[in-house]
Every structure is written in C-alpha cells, then in structure tokens.
C-alpha cells in the first residue's frame, strides 16, 4: 500500500481542492449568470427612466395618480407587514415550543401562499368579498367595500406575504428550542415577559430579516393586487399596477421611471439588511453560536 | 421530613414516564436520582421544577403543596444540562434575570440586584467575567453561571438534571465536589439527575435508583451498596462499576 501511494504523488490532491479549470469556468457562469439576469434588468429600469432626463423621471412621479399610487403602496405595506409579524411570530411560536396534532398541516399550510399563484390568491377574495361572492350582500347593505378598495388590496398582500415572516421564524425557534423559556419561568418570569426578555430577542435579527423581505414583497405584489384592486387611477392603482397602466399607455419615461422607484426601495431594504448584518456581526454570531 | 414524594406518575401519550413514584428527604438533604436513560428521572425532577405536570401524585416541601404552586412561585432553582443561559445576555444579566423579572414592589433596587450579582459570581469564582457573553465562556465556566443563576432568586430546592454530563472528567470531579460544599453552606434542599454511580454514590445523602419510571431503592449509599434492593439495582450497580472507565473514554 505504502509504496503504491508514493508512486503517483502528483496525483494526490485534497478533496477540497478542484481543478483550476474548473474552478474558473464556474466562477465565469455564476457571474455571467448574475449580470444577464440580474444586474442588466436593474440597468435597464434606470436607464430607461433616465433617457428623457432626469427631470422627465422626475415628472412622471411628481404627477397626481403617481403620487396616489405611492402613498396607496406605503400604506398597504403599512398595514399588511405588521399584521404578517403578529400572525407570523404567533404561528411559528405554536409549531416551535408546542406540540400538538394538526402541526404538520400547519407548517403545509403556512406555505400554500408561496405555491398558489398570486391570481388565483387574488381570485379567492374575489369570490368571498365581490359583489357575487359569499358576503357580496351583506357588505353591500354595510355599505363596505372589500374588493376594488384598500381592504381587498392589504388582505391579497397579507396572504401572498405571510410566509415570509413564519417561515424564517420557524427553524429558528425550532433549533433554539424551549430551554431558555423554561429556565426563564423557573427563574419566577411570567409567559409574557419571558416572551418580551427572552424569545423575542433571541429571534429579533431572523425577525427582522423576515420583516424585510415581506416588506419588499409586499411593496411589489402585482398578480394578487390586480385582481382586487380594479385598476381605478389614482384610487386603487398601487405601484406595480400603475408602472403595467403606464406601460400600456406607451408612456415608457413614467413607466420606468415608477419602476426605478420600486427597484431603489427593494435597493434601500437590502442595503439596510447589510448594513444591520454588518453593524451587529458580532451580536448575531452570538445568537446562533451557544 | 421536608420533602416527601408520593405516588406521581405521569405518561407521555401511551408511554409511561413514571408509575407512581415516591420518597421523603429530610431538609437539607441532597438527593441523587440514578438510573439509565428513560428510566424517568428527569421527568420527576421537571415535575418537582413545575417544568411538567403530574398526572397523579402529591409532593409535600416545607409545608407547601408543591405541585399546586405554578412553576415560578415555588422558588425552586433549575440547573439545565445543556445550562439553557441567555444567549442574548450577558454574565451579569444572565445572574440578574431572576431578581430583574421580580413585580415592581418585590424588586430589589438597581444597586442591590449589582451587589448580588457579585456575591454569586465570588461564590461560583468567575470573578470580572460579568461582561462576557455565554458563548465565550467554556463549558464549566457555563455551568457555573447557571448555578448562580439559579441561586440568585435565593431557591428553597436546587434542582439539576445532569449538571456535569457535558463536562469532561477533570472538571467534573471538582465542580461536584464545590457543588457539595456550596449545598452544606447555603443549607438548600438538593436532588439531583445523573447516569453515573461513581458520581451519585460520592456526592448524595440519598439515593434513588430508578427504572422503568419506578424507584427500584432509595436509601443512603452505604444501604444500597451493602443491601441492593432487587436484582435490577444489583446488576446496574456490578456493570456500572464495570463500564465507568469505557463510558469516561467514550465521552471525549
């Protein structure tokens, strides 16, 4: 055996060590992977907003269903991102610290949003809320509108994001497991501010990470809005519906330019991922370590 | 007699962890329960910590009805195997947690809550250490700060499952034998968990053997080695004796 191994030395390499070859043509791949599919849409959208000028960019958003479909898209995210944390943090709590029956079809259920196309999603609420659908009366004699108004808008977002936020809480609690919350109450904390002390603290940087990328969603949700929202200008539009209107009215400057906007906030989100990632390497590290 | 145990059981679904189980300590006693893995010593001692609930039993501790008591008023010190620190927190805040989550009147002052955090750190000698985070301490550092975790809220019953399972064998010997000397000093009631006789039998008053969610013996040590109860306490204690030096290899 000894003899046979010291024949061939040359070709004896760590298993860990690849072939230069290799190493190069996949490191070319991914690049040109990420600048053809990602960085060239992005340019795009920008240089496109910018080919008139700046200053037509800057018309386009300062117009009146423009600023309507920015303060509409604020708003809904607004609302439909806290609403997501609560049900989130309540639904990851359950399937982590407790054990009961039914758990698995929660944990299925919690990502039926992600694989249920948004329109059908969209179509769902449709059916419920709409004129024809199963409470279409006694909204109408309320005189409450659902569909084709703000509340349909935040709750097809709520749906489409509400995985966001449990399914980055759930393997988190569940590795943490209920140690710290049982030391914490044999040590004399009640249920709640174990939860405040201790459980939220523990998760708050898997928290937050959740936040933001449901944020980001929530912002740019096209295909369950659309059916809800009714595409009334200046009312119901919310920024992806208003970049599709202008879209098809041949106005690319506006379109573009909207779209810009909606890439700089998902821009801003993980620039404020990184930069929390960065400021607080040391606290994370921490948390997940033990 | 300041603790007495009396017929608790509990199952887990179908599986039974404890069939009525049953002893009585004196105060100041420090009770060892010993027996193999599932024999249902830690679901007793979560039971005793109000961590789990008994189906059935009663346990009687300085007068109280313990198992009425919910799990944060019965001023019982928990001491997890794998410690179960704050990881978020550091050294001092870990220590403070129990006198920190008092209600506003029962609160010591800011002062107060510092100065005890001290005593405990002199006490478990980690000594400057207050600022570091658990997961830059070592395991026996850990361990300590669990303990004094445990003793800040001034416990009646100290409750530890494991205490040193995780440690290596040098470390091991000597923080049970600071273990004891600190359970002499502070005058606690003390029970407990661990699979190893050499350890039980060298640390604990009391022992109680355990198997199949039933004590098989509870008595002193000398009692049990000189008068093993039943063949099952006869055969743990010959191939306990017989396997310790494997067991201590395979733990590195």
């Known amino acids: ?290 | 007699m300041s603790l007495v145990v009396e017929s608790v059981a509990k199952s887990f679904g179908h599986f039974p962890a404890l069939n009525g189980v049953g002893f009585s300590a004196p105060k100041g006693a420090f009770v060892a329960l010993l027996g193999p893995s599932g024999s249902g010593k830690t679901t007793l001692l979560r039971i005793l910590g109000g961590l789990e609930v008994a189906d059935v039993g009663h346990v009687a501790f300085e007068g109280d009805d313990l198992l009425a008591l919910p799990a944060r008023e019965r001023r019982a010190g928990f001491v997890f195997q794998q410690y179960a620190l704050f990881r978020h927190m550091t050294v001092a805040k870990n220590i403070a947690f129990g006198l920190s989550v008092r209600p506003r009147r029962l609160r010591p002052p800011r002062a107060e809550i510092i100065r005890r955090v001290h005593e405990l750190l002199s006490l478990v000698q980690l000594d400057g250490l207050e600022e570091r985070y658990p997961s830059q301490l070592s395991g026996g550092q850990r361990q300590r700060v669990a303990l004094a975790r445990a003793l800040a809220i001034e416990p009646r019953l100290l409750l530890l499952d494991e205490p040193f399972g995780a440690l290596d064998a040098k470390v091991r010997k000597d923080l049970r034998q600071w273990l004891r000397g600190l359970h002499d000093r502070m005058g606690l009631t003390t029970i407990f968990v661990t699979h190893d006789q050499e350890e039980a039998f060298a640390l604990a008053d009391f022992v109680a053997i355990m198997n199949k969610g039933e004590i098989e013996q509870f008595g002193t040590p000398d009692e049990i080695r000189s008068a093993p109860a039943s063949a099952f306490v006869k055969d743990f204690l010959g191939v306990q004796a017989y396997m310790l030096p494997r067991i201590g290899l395979a733990r590195r």
């Open chain 1, 1 to 290: 055996m000894k003899r046979e191994m010291s024949v061939f030395p040359s070709r004896v390499r760590a298993a860990t060590d690849d072939p230069p070859l290799a190493r190069i043509v996949l490191t070319f791949v991914a690049i040109t992977f990420i600048a053809l599919f990602l960085l060239l849409p992005l340019f795009t959208v920008f240089s496109e907003a910018l080919a008139q000028g700046i200053a037509a960019a800057l018309a386009a958003l300062d117009e009146t269903d423009a600023i309507a479909a920015i303060k509409l898209t604020l708003l809904v995210a607004a609302i439909a991102v806290p609403m997501n944390v609560v049900f989130g943090l309540a639904a990851s709590w359950a399937v982590a610290k407790f054990d009961f029956c039914g758990k698995s079809f929660l944990v299925t259920l919690i990502d039926l949003p992600f694989s249920v196309s948004p329109v059908v999603s969209g179509l769902i609420y449709v059916l419920i809320f709409g004129l024809q659908g199963w409470f279409g009366a006694t909204l109408r004699d309320w005189d409450f509108k659902v569909i084709f108004a703000l509340p349909g808008i935040v709750l097809a977002t709520m749906f489409v994001t509400f995985p966001f936020v449990a399914r980055e809480l759930v393997p988190l609690m569940t590795d943490q497991g209920r140690d710290e919350e049982e030391a914490a109450v044999s040590l004399g904390a009640s249920g709640w501010s174990a939860f405040w002390r201790v459980t939220l603290p523990n998760i708050k940087w898997g928290l937050l990470y959740g936040v933001l990328l449901c944020n980001a969603r929530a912002m740019g949700e096209f295909g369950a809005v659309s059916v809800v929202s009714g595409h009334i200008r200046g009312l119901t539009n919310t920024m992806p519906l208003h970049v599709e209107a202008l879209y098809n009215d041949y106005q690319f400057v506006g379109a573009f330019a909207v779209a810009s906007l909606l890439a700089l906030l998902a821009l801003v989100t993980l620039t404020l991922k990184s930069i929390l990632e960065w400021r607080f390497a040391d606290e994370i590290a921490a948390s997940h370590r033990h």
